[in-house]
């Protein structure tokens, strides 16, 4: 599936890069994936990722306030101006592009995307679920578009109430945490019964035991840093579809992430085999 951060085009920036500028640096990405998809996630300032001209400093719950899909509530013309500028690069490659929002929480978020994107002449989109509201309700909220990617990354942090930049609390932080398993497997269901994709974009989708999880929970794509692939395809080619799901149904039934690791490890032989 894959995932452009487009933060990358606007961090150290005390201003909005113009449309002109973005087209250009989103086009330099598009030109190297040649025919092949895109997924470019809209910017998703706030909390972990300030941008000086988007986001409140001075807010005492950055993770809980105005960051992701949300800063269109007040700046709405800068989403517009950044698909304005994706829509104009896509035009100019042949990638195939698909553009998401980070921090989607409601149906009508959803919609309200939905509506920008294709208000910009671009075909295809979709949202991150990384917010339990979204997980509990995927099934409202695909209906608006045309595919879901889970964040796990936020999705343990606010699963978990956990502050993803504090190591201190890195056991909760962990999304072996079978509770946000849970939460990816409600997303997987939902998603198939609607006949839309769902993906996962978080590190986890990184973590080779935890990918056969992922994919036996029924999550349709994974997508990882390019170091991780190898591993993570060989332990994948080493279980079936039904085998998967054998796992992931043992996982959620564990107590900790301790136990679902354990659990998920004693099925996977081929661990050992790579030393992994
Ligand atoms: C995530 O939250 O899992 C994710 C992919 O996005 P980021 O880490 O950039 O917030
Ligand atoms: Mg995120």
Redesign the pocket.
Known sequence: MG?L?T?FCFLDRDTEPSVEEQTEAYGEVFAVFDDHKVVV?TL?AGA??PLPFLTDSQEPNPALGVRGFRTSRWAMGVLQRQLEAIAAAAEKHPATVHVMA?MIATADEARQFADLVSAAGLSTSGV?V?VPSAALRAGSIVEEVDFA?????????YAMAAD?MLGGLAELSDSWQPAVLQLVGMTAEQGAVAEKSVGV????AGDPALAVVLVGLGVTSLSMAPRALPAVAEVLRSVSLQQARQIAVAVLAARDSQEAKTVARAQLPVLNDLGL
């Open positions: 995932l951060r933060e996630r998703d972990d990722k980070p991150m990384e990617s889970i964040g796990t990354n936020d999705l343990t942090q993803r974009c978080g590190e986890a």
